[in-house]
């Protein structure tokens, strides 16, 4: 499967009449913060919220039934999940919006 250009080395949004390039790492960012607004319309909860507290179900529930390994390798998931959280929510404190 081809991938495209412009996933590749960013993608084109435009503000009024000026167009941008987004680089790789702002297109991410753009990226989750749509999604994770999405999620919040819909749900009234961050989409990482509902990641953690589901990562933090799944690793107990891997553990209580004998997949320690795994649970624990699940349990080690809610930190890099706020930590996206913090990405998305500076990226908001910074662009104003």
Excluded: C, Y
Excluded at 46 to 66: C, D, E, N, R, V
Excluded at 84 to 93: E, F, P, Q
């Amino acid at each position: 499967m081809a991938t495209p250009q412009s996933a590749v080395k960013g993608t084109q949004t435009s503000t009024g009449s000026n167009t941008q390039a987004i680089s790789g790492r702002d297109a991410a960012e753009s990226m989750l913060k749509t999604v994770d607004e999405t999620t919040k319309g819909a749900t009234n909860i961050s989409l990482f919220h509902i990641l953690t507290l589901g990562s933090i179900g799944a690793s107990i529930a891997l553990f209580l039934t004998g997949k320690k390994q795994a649970g624990i390798f699940v349990g080690l998931w809610p930190p890099t999940f706020q930590a996206l959280k913090a990405v998305v929510d500076k990226g908001k404190n910074i662009s104003g919006n």
